[in-house]
Nanobody, 121 residues
């Protein structure tokens, strides 16, 4: 089995910063793209940022210039550095990874349980 565990969420004032982490563990042969999604109350889940094993990144327009995604392949870990946070960034942030478990299985998408980020004064 594969698990994704997020950490680093919390309460922060507008303009502040937070760093999220996500670690993948379990039966892992290879990890393809990894990324962060978020879901605000009453809204659909949306892509925040994604990173390939080679370090190619893509960001939602709403976070460009403020958020930075990075990856440590040796640790099966991704990070999301969030700066200049706004109240509209408040959401549950989910980690996603496309992982191949064995040579005999196709890559599958896995999700973490999420970590809450609240931006409020």
């Amino acid at each position: 089995q594969v698990q994704l565990v997020e950490s680093g969420g919390g309460l922060v004032q507008p303009g502040g910063s937070l760093r999220l982490s996500c670690v993948a563990s379990g039966s892992i042969l290879s990890i393809h793209a990894m990324g962060w999604y978020r879901q605000a109350p009453g809204k659909e889940r949306e892509l925040v940022a994604v990173i390939t094993p080679g370090g190619v990144t893509n960001y939602a327009d709403s976070v460009k210039g403020r958020f930075t995604i990075s990856r440590d392949n040796a640790k099966n870990t991704i990070y999301l550095q969030m700066n200049s946070l706004k109240p509209e960034d408040t959401a549950v942030y989910y980690c996603n990874a496309r992982i191949r478990g064995t040579w005999f299985t196709d890559p599958m998408d896995y999700w973490g349980k999420g970590t809450l980020v609240t931006v409020s004064s």
